[in-house]
């Protein structure tokens, strides 16, 4: 089971990066999809989610209406469009994925509020630096 991310980079503010996390070995469409990032010196926080069949999606306050995410399950593959970079994104981007019903409905209900603990795998993580 591998779940690779890529995407990261630096850009100004106002830019745009797509973050992607590519599953193999499983089958994400049976999975909830959860974004995290981690400012230096904070804590982790919620980002976003998606669930697994792909066409219900939550966001945390601080990104919605800049941040979308989505999965193509064909692709074996979730993306997280980043646009309208402000310096206060840059940090370290997770993905992470779980699967059942439980995480289902937490991903519905409580969106990017989802604790990390609930998800089972984890990406590697990639930077984004926001600056001028």
């Known amino acids: 089971l591998q779940f690779v991310e890529s995407g990261g980079g630096s850009v100004q503010p106002g830019g745009s990066l797509r973050l992607s996390c590519a599953a193999s070995?499983?089958?994400?469409?049976?999975?909830?999809v959860g974004w995290f990032r981690q400012a230096p010196g904070k804590d982790r926080e919620g980002v976003s989610c998606?669930?697994?069949?792909?066409?219900?999606?939550k966001y945390a306050d601080s990104v919605k209406g800049r941040f979308t995410v989505s999965k193509d399950n064909a692709k074996n593959t979730a993306y997280l469009q980043m646009n309208d970079l402000k310096p206060e994104d840059t940090g370290i981007y997770y993905c992470?994925?779980?699967?059942?019903?439980?995480?289902?409905?937490?991903?519905?209900?409580?969106?990017?509020?989802?604790?990390?603990?609930?998800?089972?795998?984890w990406g590697q993580g990639s930077q984004v630096n926001v600056s001028t």
């Open positions: 998606i669930n697994a069949n792909g066409d219900r999606t």
């Open positions: 992470a994925i779980g699967t059942g019903a439980v995480i289902q409905g937490m991903c519905l209900e409580m969106g990017a509020a989802v604790p990390a603990f609930v998800y089972e795998h």
């Open positions: 070995g499983f089958r994400l469409v049976y999975y909830v």
